[in-house]
């Protein structure tokens, strides 16, 4: 088995906090190694273009407390082509670059798939995405950050909703996932939580908030997923405020800010941990695997299992607490 001796990096798809902390333990891992390390900038746009760039230890200092990522990134429908990624594959081959680390969400772990499949370029993925979405890993790397930015916001809405007697409709991130909805709603002490796993909310939510009417229970947030089958907050609010015009409502769509900010202690760890095993990884011969943390312990999840199954099922047991609480 030919040993490795280049390692390229990138970030790839939508940003999240951690993903410098990532950069930094990878470029630091192969180092130690004795392996040099590169860095691809925005993401399979940048392979292609040719924006590759050696790293040293100068090159990540002081940025693992940093949000976003140095390497940028981008969805680069160029990559769908195979003429494109041939060209892909030679910006690598030139410098002599044995292996990459693809740190993104499913669209780079196929991205990285398919570049394995053509050219043998040996590839493994960092579960880079705040949605939680990944299967393969208990936690992703960004979405403690973005737990903790989304009740920071719903903490302060809720100082006016209460002193106002208005209901918020908070619209958060989770297009295919409810993680973020379910978990911020329940440490946020939301009175209902939409989220795309479960059918029927509106319906739920419009049942239970008569029955708590009844009983002079007051609502005032209200958090949901931005893929729930009800249509997002904007519309939610408009079919409550047609059955219930008389009650002052209020919409609030936490969007981009989610994606921002520091890293959390939690995010720095996990992402320093799976950087430095996505390089033992890789120097022990393995391809086509995710990198993740399962029960505190580091795993490995092939590509094909990872991209098929897709996320991880939301928990009963925390759907059955999201429902005791919001009594």
Known sequence: M???????????????PGMNANIRAVVRSG????????????????LI????????????SNIIQRGGTILKTARSKRFMDAAYRKIAFENLQKRGIDAMVVCGGNGSYTGAQILNQEHG???????????????????TIGYDTALNTVIEAVDK??????????????????RDAGFIALNSGIASGAEAIFIPEIKGDYQNFVERF?????????????????????????????????????????VSILGHIQRGGNPSCRDRVLASKLGAGAVEALLKGESNIAIGEINGKISHTPFEKAIKLQHNSISKEMLSLAKLLAM
């Open 121 to 139: 370029i040996k590839v493994v993925g960092t579960p880079g995405t705040i949605d939680n979405d990944l299967f393969g890993t208990d936690f």
């Open 2 to 16: 030919k040993k490795i001796q280049k390692i390229a990096m990138m970030t790839s798809g939508g940003d999240s």
């Open 157 to 174: 809405i809720r100082d006016t909703a209460s002193s106002h007697n208005r209901m918020f409709f908070i619209e958060v991130m989770g």
């Open 31 to 46: 180092i130690y190694h004795d392996v040099e390390v590169f860095g691809i900038k925005r993401g399979f746009d940048g």
């Open 210 to 250: 008569e029955k708590n009417e009844r009983d002079n229970k007051l609502f005032s947030i209200i958090i949901i997923a931005e893929g729930d089958e009800s249509g997002g907050a904007f519309k939610v609010a408009e079919m409550f405020k047609e059955k219930y015009a008389d009650l002052e409502t209020r």
């Open 49 to 60: 273009d040719d924006e590759i760039e050696a790293m040293d230890l100068s090159s990540v």
